[in-house]
């Protein structure tokens, strides 16, 4: 059984910063791609950043560029996801997935489940 625990989200100041972390089981985690994903209310869900299965590569959305970072810790099962200089418009509801095929990480990814996600907001 799947399952993707997200946590990490948090009310923060615009230019502030936070770490999610997302704990995965239910698939050999070190095996696969892993994305991070949000959800604005009446926005259709994003890609928000991908890395594959070793960390050596990773992905991100133009609009997270330079600002965001995920990594992986395949010892613990768990991805995450530096977020620096946040600005209003990256608040939503942050979920993690599993990527079926990291050279279309974007679109790729399971969609079965996806947990309860973790809110972030960010006040201008």
């Known amino acids: 059984q799947v399952q993707l625990v997200a946590s990490g989200g948090g009310l923060v100041q615009a230019g502030g910063s936070l770490r999610l972390s997302c704990v995965a089981s239910?698939?050999?985690?070190?095996?696969?791609?892993m994305g991070w994903f949000r959800q604005a209310p009446g926005k259709e869900r994003e890609f928000v950043a991908a890395?594959?299965?070793?960390?050596?590569?990773?992905r991100y959305s133009d609009s997270v560029k330079g600002r965001f970072t995920i990594s992986r810790d395949n010892a613990k099962n768990t991805v995450f996801l530096q977020m620096n200089s946040l600005k209003s418009e990256d608040t939503a509801v942050y979920y993690c997935?599993?990527?079926?095929?990291?050279?279309?990480?974007?679109?790729?990814?399971?969609?079965?489940?996806w947990g309860q996600g973790t809110q972030v907001t960010v006040s201008s």
């Open positions: 239910g698939r050999p985690f070190s095996t696969y791609s």
């Open positions: 997935q599993y990527i079926g095929d990291f050279r279309s990480y974007s679109t790729n990814y399971y969609n079965d489940y």
């Open positions: 890395i594959n299965w070793s960390g050596a590569d990773t």
